[in-house]
């Protein structure tokens, strides 16, 4: 069995930062891509970003530039780094782990961005 946390959610002010970590762990024979989803409200998950084991990285355009995502294999650990972050990027944040030939989502974390 495979668990997968977020934290780091929070409340910020429009163009503050916060800093996203998602650990995997359990049985994990090896670990291909890791990455970030949010959900807003009303709205359909979406991609934010995702990285392979290998460090190849994918933002959506919406997040370019403001956004980096990076991991820490050792520690089967991801982290979302969210500079200048605006109203629009409120959202339930969920980190998903390609492991095992399976996805693996955690509960996710809340973001609110303050206007």
């Known amino acids: 069995q495979v668990q997968v946390v977020e934290s780091g959610g929070g409340l910020v002010q429009d163009g503050g930062s916060l800093r996203l970590s998602c650990v995997a762990s359990g049985n994990l024979v090896s670990i291909q891509n890791m990455g970030w989803y949010r959900q807003a409200p009303g709205k359909q998950r979406e991609l934010v970003a995702t990285i392979t084991r290998g460090g190849s990285t994918h933002y959506v355009d919406s997040v370019k530039g403001r956004f980096t995502i990076s991991t820490n294999n050792a520690k089967n650990t991801v982290y979302l780094q969210m500079n200048r972050l605006n109203p629009e990027d409120t959202a339930v944040y969920y980190c998903?782990?390609?492991?095992?030939?399976?996805?693996?989502w955690g509960k996710g974390t809340l973001v609110t961005v303050l206007a």
């Open positions: 998903k782990v390609d492991a095992n030939g399976t996805n693996y």
